[in-house]
Nanobody
């Protein structure tokens, strides 16, 4: 399995920005073969997929964040980034990093994002 550690969460005003990072402890050059996802879970709601970046750099965004969030990856640093702009109160959630491929489905511990004035 891959160990994932998220960072960068916090409290931000509506309209503000945050950058989430996910550091992966993947052996050798294997990080580049992983599909990387960001999920979020708000209180009382199901976990939802926010953004995906595949091993071939195909990118997907949930409709609710399209145009505001940007996912990227740095395979040399074993890191995936979620840049979040124009944040709204409804973006408040615990954000989780997920690494996925055949035989691997790893999750980080999550980082809290709170959007409030």
């Amino acid at each position: 399995q891959v160990q994932l550690v998220e960072s960068g969460g916090g409290l931000v005003n509506p309209g503000g920005s945050l950058t989430l990072s996910c550091a992966a402890s993947a052996s050798g050059n294997s990080f580049g073969t992983l599909h990387m996802n960001w999920y979020r879970q708000a209180p009382g709601k199901q976990r939802e997929l926010v953004a995906t970046i595949t091993s071939t750099y195909t990118i997907y965004y949930a409709t609710s964040v399209k145009g505001r969030f940007t996912i990227s990856r740095d395979n040399d640093k074993n890191t995936v980034i979620l840049q979040m702009n124009s944040l709204k109160p409804e973006d408040t959630a615990v954000y989780y990093c997920n690494a996925l491929m055949i035989g691997i489905d790893s999750w980080g511990q999550g980082t809290q994002v709170t959007v409030s004035s």
